[in-house]
């Protein structure tokens, strides 16, 4: 079990269905990150919030939209997706600013495996 | 374009031998460096963090950085079938948004 926790694990959902993933961390972490991952390649970095606010939009298409509504929630609401959005999608937390010499390490949810019909 | 760079493997090592994985990383003022395993289907869960010139050990896992010649390694010692999994090195290049750039990962099998 991690401290980051995602739902739903699993998610089906069509071309034109309205959804969000949910991420939720108690760790007092004040840096959120939103992944896709696609098989056999490494994750892909889409969105960060620092201090609840967006900081980082990796030139992601607009049918992703992210929401940070508090310092441990992080949703991403989904709409009009394609067939080639099906990944896992992978939430991540950590610490803002600098442990020792470098950035803090990202721990990451269990995912979200989403399939797109 | 800042590139981490790992062999793909798949790394096939007898059990209780050593592994070793290798990591590249392209820019010069990389700060933080992490290992991730990942087992199929499951999500990245981080083994070690290193930041500094030198041996980092915790248990059966050994980091070494070398920033003068932008390599990192993770060394397993006593390999077990469980070990069998995606090792991830992923490199922070500092500044703001603790962006992470993954490298492509190396498949390790642990065979009996």
């Known amino acids: 079990d991690t401290e980051v926790t995602q739902t739903p694990k699993h998610l089906v959902m069509g071309m034109t269905n309205k959804k969000s993933l949910k991420c939720e961390q108690h760790?007092?972490?004040?840096?959120m990150y939103w992944y896709k991952q696609k098989a056999k390649k490494p994750p892909e970095l889409m969105f960060v919030?620092?201090?609840?606010?967006?900081?980082i939009n990796e030139s992601v298409p607009s049918r992703f939209s992210p929401e940070c509504p508090n310092s441990s929630l992080l949703n991403l609401h989904l709409h009009a997706l394609q067939p080639e959005d099906s990944a896992l999608y992978l939430c991540?937390?950590?610490?803002?600013?600098?442990?020792?010499?470098?950035?803090?390490?990202?721990?990451f949810g269990d995912g979200t495996r989403l399939s797109i019909l | 374009q800042k590139e981490v760079e790992q062999n793909s493997g798949p790394l096939s090592v007898p059990e209780g031998a050593i592994a070793s994985l290798n990591c590249t990383y392209s820019?010069?003022?990389?700060?933080?460096f992490f290992w991730y395993r990942q087992y199929s289907g499951k999500s990245p869960e981080l083994i070690m963090s290193?930041?500094?010139?030198g041996d980092k050990e915790d248990g059966r896992f050994t980091a070494q950085l070398n920033k003068a010649s932008q390599y990192v390694s993770l060394l397993i010692r006593d390999s077990q079938p469980s070990d069998s999994a995606t090792y991830l090195c992923a490199v922070n290049s500092g500044g703001g948004g603790n962006k992470l750039t993954f490298g492509t990962g190396t498949q390790l099998k642990v065979e009996l």
């Open positions: 760790m007092g972490h004040r840096a």
């Open positions: 991540a937390s950590s610490p803002l600013g600098t442990g020792i010499g470098g950035n803090q390490p990202q721990h």
């Open positions: 820019d010069r003022v990389s700060q933080s």
């Open positions: 919030y620092s201090y609840e606010k967006l900081s």
């Open positions: 290193i930041y500094s010139n």
